[in-house]
Every structure is written in structure tokens, then in C-alpha cells.
């Protein structure tokens, strides 16, 4: 996890490592540790609640109860799991802005792993699903999707391959955090040796926001344009379907643009600082501490929306919700009819025959926009 306290004083001097924040220090930063001692603990209450109840829900129904047809149902099963051990990480980063760090070293290298790697994962596995929906509209015409040993097999890969790739960021945490003693407290952050300290934080600051934001962004982008202008021309659809689905689309970039832009831009403004040495000014300093401290919350947020964005949003998710409502509803003796079932709202992403969509069943795999 970012080092809230980035230009902190230090109380003592490192033989064989070097802190950037100890030699680059323009001030005493006790108003920005109070700052976090009473903001980081309720927002990460607030995001913990929230996002524990919408992942937990995804996790049960995609294990329980819904097949996995396609490989976005698969990210977005990842996804939620990458976002609940996200969120276990916070209990633990509330606890040290407001006491300091009292686990440990080891606790400490483990907790700053997770969380740097579970969180480059959530984005890696936005851009798939991205991928996977241009996929599923642009590189397959007949609109049948297989779900053979082999492609079970290839989706694993790429479950592999993403999460590899989001524990080779995290490997620096793992590797480099540790705690430190500093205005009578012990804080837990990343600490380099003397040779490699500026450019390998100022690196891993660059690497975290190119993959951590403008791949996934970029990736986001081109996808759900090619998947709109595709759903603009879809034959057969009403103009309102047509529009709600787009709106989605809309909806999910806008969210990841608004919730990881403005914490990757203060990132930019660290590495140009570490790099440059730019910020000079205590008031600066202070200024620029608050700021990732409320963008990186922000950015967090992100774990609570998407399970709203990525299933909650699917119809066939929705109705699996209502399903087991309703059997809930019959074990308690109610009637069936109480719970009403919501028919699945789709858009068609193939060209099918009359036929073919007079004879696809529930269980039928077609390339689909569910909305």
C-alpha cells in the first residue's frame, strides 16, 4: 500500500537501506496523520461493508448456482474474488493510520503484497472482460461460444496469466516493505537499499499506473466502442434495448475514469517528484499527502461498484437473485408466485436464423449483451 506519509521526518537514519521519505523531508506532517487517523478508518468501514456484502453475493451465486458460459462470467467470478481479498486487506491499513503498525514485519510484507496485488488484478480482469465482449461480437460471426475442455482450459490461462502478472507488481511490497520506527510510532511501508531507492520508486510508480490504469483504460475504451457501434447497427432490436445497452457501456467507463483517474494522476505527481524532487513547499507536501489519501479511497470505492457494474447489471444474474428467492420462498411455505421471476433482457450479438432464435433455450450458448 502508498506510503501516506511520503515525506515524513524520520527519526533515525537506515545503515544499508535508504527511506526516499527521510532525506527528501520538507516537513513535520502530524496534521496529515491525524487527517488519516479519523478519514482513512470510516471510508474503509464504509468500503468494506459494502463491498464484503456485493462480492460475497457474486462469489455464492456464480459457485452455486450459475454455469459459466463465457469467459466474463469467469472474469467476473475473479473479480469478486480479487476484490474480497482486497477488502481484507483494509481493517488492517484503518488499524495503522490510527495506532501505527503492531503486527509485525512479516504482516506487514504480506498485507502490502495483497493489496498491491490483488488490486492490479481487478483492473487487469476490467480490460478482460472488455477484451472478451469485442471478442465475443467482432471475432465470432456464428455467434456459438464453446465450452469444451478446451476452452475451459484456455480460460484458465488466462486466469493464470492474469493473476501471475498482478503478483509481479506486488513483488516489490512483498520484497521491500517493512516497519519503521518514526515519531513514536511503527508504520509499515517500502523501504529500498541506498543504490536503486529513487529510480526504482519513481519506475514502480510509472509501471503501476500504465497497467494499473491507461492499459485497462485504453483497453476499456477501444473494446466498448468496436461492442457500441455494433450494438448501434444490431438489426431486429428495438431502439430503447439499443440504448439501454449502450448506456452500460457508458456506465462502465465513466465509473473506472472517475474512480482511478484522479488517484493515477497524484501517482504521476509522486513519481515526477521523486524523480525531479519538485515539491518544496511544506504546505505542498501536506497538500499532496491529503490528496492520496482521498484519491486512493476513491480508487478503492471502485471494489463496491463492481459487482452493480458487472452482474448485478446481467439480467441472467438478476435472475438467478430472484430464482433462489423463490425457492427460499417455497422451503418457508410461501407461494410461488410471490416471487416473480424477471425475464432475461438480451441483445443478440450474432446474426441468427428465425429458427435459431425460435429454438434457443436457457441453456443455449449465443453471444449475447445482457443488460
Request: hydrophobic share 45%; aromatic share 10%.
Amino acid at each position: 500500500m502508498d506510503d501516506f506519509e511520503y515525506h515524513e521526518d524520520e527519526d533515525y537514519n537506515f545503515n544499508d537501506s535508504y527511506d526516499y521519505n527521510y532525506e527528501h523531508s520538507v516537513c513535520d506532517k502530524e496534521d496529515v496523520r491525524s487527517f488519516a487517523g479519523v478519514f482513512l478508518p470510516v471510508i474503509y468501514a464504509v468500503v468494506l461493508v459494502v463491498g464484503l456484502a456485493g462480492n460475497a453475493l457474486v462469489v455464492v451465486v456464480y459457485t452455486s448456482r450459475l454455469r459459466l458460459r463465457t469467459l466474463t462470467d469467469v472474469c467476473i467470478l475473479n473479480l469478486a474474488i480479487s476484490d474480497l481479498l482486497l477488502l481484507f486487506t483494509l481493517p488492517f491499513w484503518a488499524a495503522d493510520a490510527v495506532h501505527g503498525w503492531k503486527l509485525g514485519s512479516a504482516a506487514c510484507k504480506i498485507n502490502s503484497f495483497l493489496y498491491s496485488t490483488n488490486f492490479s488484478c481487478g483492473m487487469l480482469l476490467l480490460a478482460c472482460i472488455s477484451v472478451d465482449r469485442y471478442r465475443a461480437v467482432a471475432r465470432n460471426p456464428t455467434g456459438r461460444i464453446g465450452t469444451g475442455a478446451r476452452v475451459r482450459r484456455q480460460w484458465l490461462l488466462v486466469c493464470v496469466a492474469l493473476w501471475t502478472l498482478a503478483s509481479f507488481l506486488g513483488l516489490p511490497e512483498l520484497i521491500f516493505s517493512t516497519t519503521r520506527h518514526s515519531h513514536h510510532r511503527i508504520s509499515c511501508t517500502a523501504i529500498y537499499p541506498t543504490s536503486m531507492a529513487r529510480p526504482a520508486k519513481a519506475a514502480l510508480e510509472l509501471l503501476e499506473v500504465m497497467l494499473r490504469f491507461l492499459l485497462p483504460f485504453l483497453v476499456m475504451v477501444v473494446c466498448y466502442c468496436c461492442v457500441g457501434r455494433v450494438l448501434s447497427k444490431a438489426a431486429g432490436v428495438r431502439r430503447d434495448r439499443k440504448w439501454r445497452a449502450l448506456r452500460v457501456l457508458l456506465a462502465v467507463v465513466a465509473v473506472f475514469l472517475l474512480t482511478q483517474l484522479p488517484y493515477n494522476v497524484v501517482k504521476l505527481c509522486r513519481a515526477m517528484d521523486v524523480i525531479y524532487i519538485l515539491v518544496t513547499d511544506c504546505e505542498v507536501s501536506k497538500g499532496l499527502d491529503r490528496a492520496l489519501q482521498v484519491t486512493e479511497s476513491l480508487a478503492l470505492a471502485h471494489a463496491c461498484i463492481n459487482p452493480l457494474l458487472y452482474a448485478f447489471i446481467g439480467s441472467s444474474f438478476r435472475g438467478h437473485i430472484l430464482k433462489a428467492a423463490k425457492h427460499l420462498g417455497q422451503r418457508l411455505g410461501r407461494h410461488p408466485r410471490q416471487v416473480n421471476e424477471e425475464p432475461a433482457v438480451e441483445i443478440a450479438l450474432n446474426t441468427c436464423t428465425q429458427n435459431q432464435s425460435q429454438s434457443g433455450s436457457e441453456e443455449q450458448d449465443t453471444s449475447t449483451f445482457t443488460i
